[in-house]
């Protein structure tokens, strides 16, 4: 069956340190693969999107990595901060055309303590 | 914000009440969705409609009904709800097709007594 799976246990960590969080799928073939982050009672807010030839992705203190082989995904950020605590969400592209979508993992909360 | 909005933010409903949520893109985009988020679990996709046609229903109960007049405006008409409808529920656009980039409204927060 296909799977989408994030670390449904939260994430804690000190203030300054790196987060790493993992999207792991199975029976997807994904051409690309983004990240979101959702705060407490709002939409999610769109970060990043690797492609499958890309193996890396950089914006500010945020870095994406995207494993076809593994069938991972891992998200960081570096120098972590209080603000940026919040649920992170993994979704991957299925389908084309017009019966294309985003698949979206069940997120993994992170918090950075001061 | 996003240039995606969504009223009411917050909706109290029972169960024989008929109420609409709205959402309304300010992007320009040619699609929109409505997905449904439970505590704990992943976004449902509910509908999806592209330059205005619906193109996807994933087997939403008929107490749903969507509505979009143009590619700026989308509805959901909600009708004779049970409590285990209370959710958030997430109004999206995109430019073109649905796995590309989606921005999100605020979403309402809807509880069915």
């Known amino acids: 069956s296909q799977k989408i799976e994030q670390n449904s246990e939260a994430l804690n960590i000190q203030e300054g340190k790196t987060a790493t969080l993992t999207c792991n799928y199975t029976?997807?073939?994904?051409?690309?693969l983004q990240w979101y982050r959702q705060d407490p009672g709002r939409g999610p807010v769109f970060l990043l999107l690797i492609r499958e030839n890309e193996k890396e992705k950089r914006k500010e203190r945020l870095k994406v990595t995207f494993d076809t082989t593994l069938k991972q995904s891992l998200f960081h950020i570096t120098a972590s901060q209080p603000a940026d605590s919040a649920t992170y969400l993994c979704?991957?592209?299925?389908?084309?055309?017009?019966?294309?979508?985003?698949?979206f993992g069940q997120g993994t909360t992170l918090q950075v303590k001061p | 914000e996003t240039g995606v909005t969504q009223t009411p933010r917050h909706l109290v409903m029972g169960m024989t009440n008929k109420k609409s949520l709205k959402c309304e893109q300010h992007?320009?985009?040619?699609?929109m969705y409505w997905y449904k988020q439970s505590a704990k679990k992943p976004l449902e996709l509910m509908f999806v409609?592209?330059?205005?046609?619906?193109?996807e229903n994933n087997s939403v109960p008929s107490r749903f009904s969507p509505e979009c007049p143009n590619s700026s405006h989308l509805f959901l008409h909600l009708h004779t709800l049970q409590p285990e409808d209370s959710a958030l529920y997430l109004c999206?656009?995109?430019?073109?097709?649905?796995?590309?980039?989606?921005?999100f409204g605020p979403g309402t927060r809807l509880l069915v007594l």
């Open positions: 409609y592209s330059l205005e046609e619906r193109v």
């Open positions: 999206a656009s995109s430019q073109g097709m649905a796995q590309e980039t989606q921005y």
């Open positions: 992007l320009g985009h040619n699609a």
């Open positions: 979704a991957l592209a299925h389908g084309s055309g017009n019966t294309g979508k985003l698949i």
């Open positions: 029976n997807y073939s994904p051409a690309y």
